[in-house]
């Protein structure tokens, strides 16, 4: 057991040095889609119908609805997977909210496999801007800042970093990562588990250009 958790918490750090280099593309996400229901979403989607349903699409998109710093204080706890796309265009290219649902519907049995739930990972940032969290029952500890901008946010420890991007959601908030970083995590710790291996969620990168997956957060 110590040695799953040694070889999970390394894995955990490929995933944060790796989202780090994901900085470029939030500051172009933020300058593009910097209202809600704007741009190509307002004026492509909004004929689709109610206000509510242009919102939903763009929680989709990171960075069309900014978050404060005082809006991510507290603990979030993880309870289903979650998607964002970098940009409205790559959103509207996927298929909008019907693609969304199809990489939820595919992350859901691999984080199950995996041994995901609200009691082993969770997020609790401080206002001092402190914060611990456990992914997967791996816990981590140090630093984080938030760049309204961007949508990013970054978490520094001792040994690590790592970066991400928050989107508002009805229930609370979604952190997303680089796909293939995540789940090339999540593929080392099924295998040391003894789970099966994750081929369909190995292809999400591939088959959802500019899709960013992880976690859909609740307080």
């Not at 978050?67 to 603990?75: A, F, P, R, V, W």
């Not at 298929?95 to 496999?113: C, D, I, R, S």
């Not at 609790?124 to 630093?143: C, Q, Y």
Request: with cysteine.
């Amino acid at each position: 057991m110590k040695k799953i958790t040694i070889i999970g918490a390394a894995c955990l750090c490929m995933l944060m040095s790796g989202c780090g280099a994901l900085g470029t593309t939030g500051t172009t996400t933020g300058s593009t889609s910097s209202s809600n229901g704007g741009g190509l979403l307002g004026s492509v989607l909004g004929a689709l119908g109610s206000a509510s349903t242009v919102n939903s699409l763009a929680n989709l998109v990171i960075g069309s609805v900014k978050l404060s710093e005082s809006d991510l204080y507290g603990t979030w706890k993880y309870q289903e997977p979650a998607c964002a796309f970098t940009s409205e265009n790559l959103l509207a290219k996927a298929g909008g909210a019907v693609a969304a649902a199809q990489v939820n519907e595919k992350l859901l049995p691999a984080y199950n496999q995996v041994g995901i739930k609200s009691s082993n990972t969770y997020f609790t940032f401080n206002k001092d801007h402190s914060f611990e969290a456990k992914v997967n029952g791996i816990p981590l500890s140090g630093s984080w800042t938030y760049d309204q901008a961007t949508s990013a946010v970054k978490m520094k420890s001792l040994l690590m970093s790592m970066t991400g991007y928050v989107t508002r959601t009805t229930s609370g908030l979604s952190y997303t990562f680089e796909s293939k970083k995540l789940l090339t995590v999540l593929q080392t710790l099924s295998s040391l588990s003894g789970n099966s291996t994750l081929h369909t969620v190995g292809n999400l990168s591939k088959n959802y250009e500019g899709v960013r997956v992880g976690f859909d957060m609740k307080k």
